[in-house]
Nanobody, 115 residues
Framework: QVQLVESGGGSVQPGGSLSLSCAVSGNIFSTYTMGWYRQAPEKRRELVALIRPDTSTWHADSVKGRFTISRDNGENTVNLQMNSLKPEDTAVYYC?????????WGQGTQVTVSS
């Protein structure tokens, strides 16, 4: 069972940038599809972006052009660069790793966008 640990959350003004990182234990990281989800208060958890083992990516329409997901298989990390942040991006962001029926979640990191 892999373990995921997020870092990099915080508070920023609208228009600012943050970078999230997720460190993944184990030596089969490269075979996992990795994703970033977020959950705002009283809202359902939603997929923000994912990156597959072949490094192809998908980004939600709400973040396309502003957020970029990437992975470093040598460092066992997946990152989410968030630019041009908006108040509606405020949420707890969760890292997710999935391979077949196996799935693991990080503990979450808070991102707050406010003036």
């Amino acid at each position: 069972q892999v373990q995921l640990v997020e870092s990099g959350g915080g508070s920023v003004q609208p228009g600012g940038s943050l970078s999230l990182s997720c460190a993944v234990s184990g030596n089969i990281f490269s075979t996992y599809t990795m994703g970033w989800y977020r959950q705002a208060p009283e809202k359902r958890r939603e997929l923000v972006a994912l990156i597959r083992p072949d490094t192809s990516t998908w980004h939600a329409d709400s973040v396309k052009g502003r957020f970029t997901i990437s992975r470093d298989n040598g460092e066992n990390t997946v990152n989410l660069q968030m630019n041009s942040l908006k108040p509606e991006d405020t949420a707890v962001y969760y890292c997710n790793g999935r391979r077949g029926l196996q799935q693991a979640w990080g503990q979450g990191t808070q991102v707050t966008v406010s003036s």
